[in-house]
């Protein structure tokens, strides 16, 4: 069994306006959350095999408290910083995951709104459980959302054949 884990990025700082979008930092609240998100993950069994990056600073920031959280510095898994994930559609998400490594078994695409809330609801195959719609209605920053796949393979990956199993914020997490 496949799982996608799909996140949106950490909350990030405003504070200087000179920054190109692509190079704000997290701020407090978002270095403080992204720990906890890889915490979660971890506890909940779904922290990745590989990930896929925005090449934003925010996501590699996030990416790097995550697997602090996680407990994984000392070996954290394979990452590839994707420049096309930097503000993507689902279609090129899917595109990205579809080259997935094989040997992976859980895969996180770690990225931006509108993008990540709009590609979970391209992969869910009917309406969420009940206990999970609040992931449809707002995707806030470090939200992550765990997708079962119908797929044996990466390179199989289609819209419409996921299942969403969990879903959390720093807010659920309080």
């Known amino acids: 069994m496949l799982r996608l884990v799909l996140m949106r990025h950490a909350k990030s700082d405003w504070g200087d306006p000179s920054l190109n979008d692509h190079d704000r930092p997290l701020n407090a609240r978002g270095r403080a959350a992204a720990p906890r998100m890889g ?3 971890e506890k909940a069994g779904a922290f990745p095999d590989a990930a896929f990056l925005s090449s934003a600073l925010r996501v590699q920031e996030t990416w790097a408290g995550l697997v602090e959280g996680a407990g994984r510095a000392a070996a954290p898994p394979p990452a590839q910083t994707e420049r096309a994930l930097y503000l993507a559609g689902p279609g090129t998400i899917l595109e990205i995951l579809r080259g997935a ?3 992976a078994r859980t ?3 770690l990225g931006h ?3 990540t809330p709009a590609m979970l ?5 009917g ?4 206990a999970l719609a609040g992931a449809f209605a707002r995707y806030p920053t470090a939200a992550v959302s765990v997708l079962e796949l119908a797929a044996d393979s ?3 990956t289609q ?3 996921a299942r969403i199993i969990a879903h959390a914020t720093p807010k659920t997490l309080d």
């Open 121 to 125: 609801a391209r992969m869910q195959d």
């Open 39 to 41: 915490a979660w993950l």
């Open 107 to 109: 895969v996180l695409m």
């Open 154 to 156: 990466w390179a199989e």
């Open 127 to 130: 309406p969420p459980p009940e």
């Open 101 to 103: 490594p094989a040997a």
């Open 159 to 161: 819209f419409g054949a």
């Open 113 to 115: 709104e509108p993008g």
